[in-house]
């Protein structure tokens, strides 16, 4: 690191391999922006199997997923970490956007967690029908996860995509960190809001102010 630029030692705790090592290649990749060429802040990555997690998840122990990630956070703290993200779950920015399709796992689609985050800053949101959302939920889970993605899959999501344009929506969510790795935000139906890279560029900006 430069002499002139410091920055926090970002702590990563992670979920999924595919979305945490997204969510740390774009820390180390863009750093240079802020601190100078070949520079970046310190990182470090933690992640319980995702098999517990869903072990948690799929029995509704959601206080089961909180020791998991807790657990990370504290071994993260414990080496030194000063600033925590976790790239699973994320509310980003809507960019001027009102009517916003919401992509991710079933849990995240039916869930409660972004629509009050959404509802309290005046945005209209919408989820896929039944059907598509037990697809991508599959997706997720059976390919994504572990690093298969293919073509049809991405057909079917620009054509869930195109679907919920026509609906009236003029943005959409990718609320799974997977997604982002499957999707060209140049190629997909609606402008994508990429909540795993916007995270980690939340996190480099506050890592740099905070250093």
């Known amino acids: 690191m430069s002499a002139q630029m410091k920055a926090a030692h970002i702590g990563i705790v992670g979920v999924s391999a595919e979305g945490a090592a997204l969510c740390y290649r774009t820390i180390c990749v863009e750093g240079s922006e802020l601190l100078g060429r070949h520079d970046h802040p310190e990182v470090t990555l933690h992640t319980h199997p995702l098999a517990r997690y869903m072990e948690a998840i799929e029995a509704g122990d959601w206080g089961g997923v909180a020791e998991l990630m807790l657990d990370s956070a504290s071994r993260l703290a414990a080496v030194g970490a000063e600033l925590l993200i976790c790239p699973d779950y994320t509310v980003p920015a809507a960019d001027g956007r009102r009517r916003l399709a919401l992509l991710g796992t079933r ?63 003029d943005a959409a969510i990718l609320g799974c960190t997977e997604i982002p790795l499957l999707l060209r935000a140049d190629e997909a139906p609606l402008p994508v809001l990429d909540s795993t890279r916007l995270l980690a560029r939340a996190a480099l900006r506050a890592a740099v102010e905070s250093g």
Do not use: K, T
């Open 107 to 169: 849990y995240l689609m039916e869930g409660p967690v972004y629509p009050p985050a959404l509802e309290a800053r005046g945005l209209e949101w919408r989820i896929p029908e039944p059907a598509e959302r037990q697809r991508i939920n599959e997706v997720i889970f059976d390919e994504l996860v572990y690093g298969r993605f293919e073509q049809s899959a991405r057909r079917e999501f620009h054509e869930i995509l195109a679907r919920m344009r026509e609906a009236g929506c």
